[in-house]
C-alpha cells in the first residue's frame, strides 16, 4: 500500500518537482495537487497530467471552500492507502511580495495552519512545513560551516525593513509545527531553504533567472549595490525535493524540528552572473548595480548536518551543472524539458 501526497503550491518550483520524483519513485502513490497560479502555471506538471496517480485543481490555499473541496477528497480515498503526507510548498516567496505584509500573513501563517489543522483531521501521519532561510536574517553565516539550526538569531525589525515581515511569518508556522508534533497530533519538521533555483521557473523573478533572462534579452544584468558584496549557496530544487522526501521517509527525524537545506557551494552575485555567462558563451558580461537593499546580510551560509546525520541526504546537483541546465532551458536549446 502506498502513501496519499496532499501538495500544496503544485505547480511552484518545489512542487512540480516533487510531484516528478514521488511519480517516479512511488508506483503505489496517489497526488492530490493543487495551486492558484499566483507565481506559476500549469506547464510545470503538463508532463504528469497524464498520470492517473495524480489530480490536479486549480484551488487557493485561502479558500476556505475550496480547501473542503480538498478535505472531502482525501477522506474518500484514505481506506486505500497505507499513510496521508501533507506537503506545504505555498510561500508567496517572491522577493517583491517580501513587503506585502497582508499577503504574506493571511498564505503563509493563517492559511498553512489551518492547513496543519485539516492534516490533523483526516488523519494524516505527516506534515513538511517548507519555510525559509530568511529567517537567519542579520544572522545568516559563521565562521563554524555555516549557521546552525540551533543558532540564535538576530532579526531586522519593523524600524528597519518591512521584508522581515516573510520571515517572522514563516518563523510562526514553525512553532505551529513544533506544538502539533509535541502534542502527539502528527509528525513534521520544518525546512529552511536557501536560495533555490530552477531551471524552469516560469517568471525571471529570482536571481538565476533573472541573470540568464537579462544577458538574453538585454545583453546586460541589472543588479543592487549590495551584489558587489553579497555572497549566497544556490540549491537547485531537484536537491531541496530530495530532502524533503529523505525527511518524508525517515519517521525519526520528525521531531517537529527545523532542518536547514542547502549546498557548500558559496558564490559571489557578481560571480554567478558570469557562470551564467560563460554557459552562454558571453566572456565578458555587462554588470550594473542600482538601488539598495537595507538589511541584507552579506553572506548566507547554512550548516546542513544536521539533515546529513539524521537522513542521509546529499546534494546531487552542482552548481556549475544547475546553471547549465537553467541557460539551455531559458534559452531555448532545451524548450521541453520539465522540472
Sequence with gaps: MGRIYVISG??????NELVRQILAEGKDDFIIGFDNFFCSSI????????DERFVFY?????????????????VSKKDGFEEIVYINCAAVVHTE????????????VVSMNLFLEQAIRVGAKKFINCSTSEIYSMNSWNEHGGVEESDFITMSDAEHSQRTSYACGKMLTEFFMKDAVDEGKILGCSIRFANVYSR?????????????????????VVLLENSKKNRRTFLNNYD??????????????LDGTIYNVATDEEM????????????????DPLIEFEGYRENDPERRLLSTKKIRERTGWEPAVSLDQGIEEA?????????????
Design 58 to 74: 486549480e484551488y487557493d490555499l485561502n479558500d476556505e471552500g475550496q480547501m473542503g473541496e480538498i478535505e472531502k477528497l482525501v
Design 10 to 15: 503544485a505547480t511552484g518550483m518545489t512542487g
Design 200 to 220: 524552469n521557473e516560469l517568471q525571471p523573478k529570482h536571481i538565476v533567472p533573472h541573470i540568464i533572462s537579462s544577458l538574453k534579452n538585454d545583453g546586460k
Design 240 to 253: 531541496s525535493c530530495s530532502a524533503v522526501l529523505a525527511l518524508v521517509n525517515t519517521d525519526s527525524a
Design 327 to 339: 541557460v539551455r532551458y531559458r534559452t531555448g536549446s532545451d524548450a521541453g524539458i520539465r522540472g
Design 268 to 283: 559571489t552575485i557578481v560571480d554567478l552572473v558570469k557562470l551564467c555567462a560563460s554557459k552562454m558563451g558571453i566572456e
Design 97 to 108: 511580495h517580501f513587503y506585502h505584509v497582508y499577503e504574506t500573513y493571511e498564505t503563509n
Design 43 to 50: 506547464e510545470t506538471v503538463e508532463d504528469c497530467l497524464g
